[in-house]
């Protein structure tokens, strides 16, 4: 049994434990996220750190790190730019070029291209989807913040497509992904397909709960 204290923890290598903090908190979304710049330039990068913030407005989180001393972040100057950015799902047959869209290229170099991946535009949204991706999300940037604990960058932005197969959505509007192959990842590097899941009704103090099958 591992057992750290804040002390014990500090002490720790960086890259233990940047490995160990990233993967100990459980599975996450693997999603790609892809941008423009204010030139229109493409660009995709993976990320793990988006949350749900609300339904009603639909409103989503992003954590994006600081940079590295000497290196530029290429996504968030992006979102920061023209105020949009899409999210879009991956599934087992991309994860190869999903995760290499995480290697440093050059800002005039487009992971797209680099990966073999498909760029697709809507008309009036200012950055590119993902073609192969099963499940698509436009976003735009309502609230941006640098938190003051580490420089890590919060952005807040709504829903502004969503884009889904019919038959992954349930009657009751939940989402069965596991349907479409979307992938979950564990730590950095780590990818996991999730299986059918376990469903269960709304939960109420006066009655038990009730396995939805």
């Known amino acids: 049994m591992i057992k750290l204290d804040a002390a014990a923890l500090e002490a720790l290598p960086s890259r ?3 490995n160990l903090i990233n993967g100990i908190t459980g599975y996450k979304p693997a999603l790609l996220v892809g941008t423009a710049s204010a030139e229109g330039a493409s660009n ?12 009603s407005p639909p409103v989503l989180g ?14 968030l100057d992006n979102i920061l730019s023209n105020g949009a950015f899409t999210l879009n799902h991956i599934t087992d047959r ?6 290499q869209t995480s290697a440093r290229y050059p800002r005039d170099q487009s992971e797209f291209s680099a990966t073999g991946l498909t760029e ?8 590119p989807f993902v073609h192969e991706a099963p499940v698509q999300l436009g976003m735009g940037l309502i609230e941006h913040r640098e938190l003051a ?7 807040l932005a709504a829903l502004r497509v969503l884009r889904c197969p019919t038959a992954a959505v349930r009657e009751d509007g ?11 990842i564990c730590g950095l590097d780590s990818y996991h397909s999730p299986g059918q899941g376990i469903r269960f009704s709304y939960a109420k103090a006066d009655k038990p709960v009730q396995r939805l099958d």
């Open 16 to 18: 233990y434990r940047a």
């Open 94 to 99: 991309l994860l190869p070029q999903a995760h």
């Open 120 to 127: 697709e535009w809507l008309e009036g949204f200012a950055a």
């Open 44 to 55: 995709l990068a993976v990320f793990s750190n988006v949350f749900h913030v609300g339904a």
């Open 149 to 155: 604990v580490n420089n890590t960058h919060l952005v």
């Open 174 to 184: 939940s989402v069965d992904l596991a349907t479409l192959g979307t992938q979950a």
């Open 62 to 75: 992003l954590i994006v790190r600081p940079r590295p001393e000497g290196t530029e972040r290429h996504t």
